[in-house]
């Protein structure tokens, strides 16, 4: 027990001291990488190489939505409003990403497939996704950072808006989409991509993930500032009102 | 069909949101900072000592200086 303790606080301060720097140069292993290493796609050509931010951000947006679920059950279980710090910062990266997602899935498909955009099944489900905690955000920037039921409902409605990822994740699979289907994640021994590619996508991942991490202890931060200031605020409005 | 002016786009896009959401969160800290600031001064106020001066002369106690008008309390938000 000490010693998860031990490793979780390492882990918290690592996000000052390790997590910045290796974030930077993981990210310069992905320009280079995507840029440079990576062989050109023979049928869609030097564009394909959106391929290595496309897919890390969908990833890195899959686990900020991931910490929100896990934040939120925590609010509700425990009514620490620590944790909802944390839900609101990890949606607002996961909300950075979907929206990053969105718009470089619709520049790669505008040369790919025509269209700019298309009501097929996984763009609009993570459309909805971007919705569905664009709105959370929202509702909860409108109640003071330090209200408890209003962390509980925020709570509840990240806990149920989560079940989009699971029908984002399964859609091409479910449904006919003009979205391709997965070509990373295969069965074992049906590897699709060449090793080089698959190298450089492991890099972005890594890159991005770290980055996301590193954005939401930022902004987990930030928000715990601004959930002692208000209640500082209300504090010193009290004494005035003495 | 490389369409290199895409692959620029996608990465400028990329970058641009990157950097967007981190001059957002500047934004952030800076008016939290300014937000803290306001309210130090506010407590060093509610908490001024009462003057001898005027313990002396019998009139009631007063903190020094007089406190500005007050803002509407807990409206103060952050750049969100």
Redo the contacts between chains.
């Keep these: 027990m000490n010693a998860a303790r031990a490793l979780l606080g390492a882990a918290h301060a690592a996000r000052w001291t390790a997590l910045p720097p290796l974030t930077g140069v993981a990210m310069l292993a992905l320009i280079v990488g995507a840029v440079i290493v990576a062989p050109r796609e023979a049928v869609e050509g030097e564009v394909q190489r959106l391929f290595y931010i496309h897919v890390p951000a969908a990833i890195a947006m899959y686990i900020a939505y991931g910490i929100t679920f896990v934040a939120s059950l925590v609010v509700l279980w425990r009514r620490d409003l620590r944790a909802d710090a944390v839900a609101r910062a990890a949606t607002s990266v996961g909300v950075l990403f979907t929206a990053l997602v969105l718009a470089t899935g619709a520049i790669w498909g505008q040369p790919i497939w025509g269209v700019w955009w298309a009501w097929d099944a996984r763009l609009t489900s993570t459309l909805v996704l971007l919705l569905l905690f664009g709105g959370y955000l929202l509702a909860r920037s409108l109640a003071d950072e330090h209200d408890e039921q209003a962390a509980r409902f925020a709570a509840i409605f990240a806990v149920v808006a989560f079940l989009d990822i699971p029908i984002i994740n399964m859609s091409v699979r479910w449904w006919r989409t003009l979205h391709p289907q997965p070509i990373v994640l295969r069965m074992p021994g049906d590897q699709a991509l060449p090793d080089a590619m698959l190298a450089v996508l492991a890099v972005g991942v890594v890159a991005v993930v770290l980055l996301a991490l590193w954005l939401v202890a930022l902004r987990a931060d930030t928000e715990q500032l601004a959930q002692r200031a208000a209640a500082l605020r209300a504090a010193v409005d009290r004494r005035e009102d003495a | 069909?490389?369409?290199?002016e895409?692959?620029f786009?996608?990465?400028a896009?990329?970058w641009a949101?990157?950097f967007g959401?981190l001059l957002w969160?500047q934004a952030?800290?800076r008016a939290?900072a300014r937000?803290?600031e306001r309210?130090e001064e506010?407590?060093a106020e509610?908490d001024a000592p009462v003057p001898e001066a005027s313990l002396a002369s019998g009139e009631p106690a007063r903190p020094t200086p007089a406190?500005p008008p007050?803002r509407a309390?807990?409206t103060?938000r952050?750049a969100?």
Excluded: H, Q
Excluded at chain 2, 1 to 4: Q, S, T, V
């Design positions: 069909m490389d369409y290199l895409y692959l786009a996608g990465f896009v990329f949101g990157l959401y969160l952030r800290l939290l937000e803290l309210l506010r407590l509610a406190p007050r309390p807990t103060e952050g969100e």
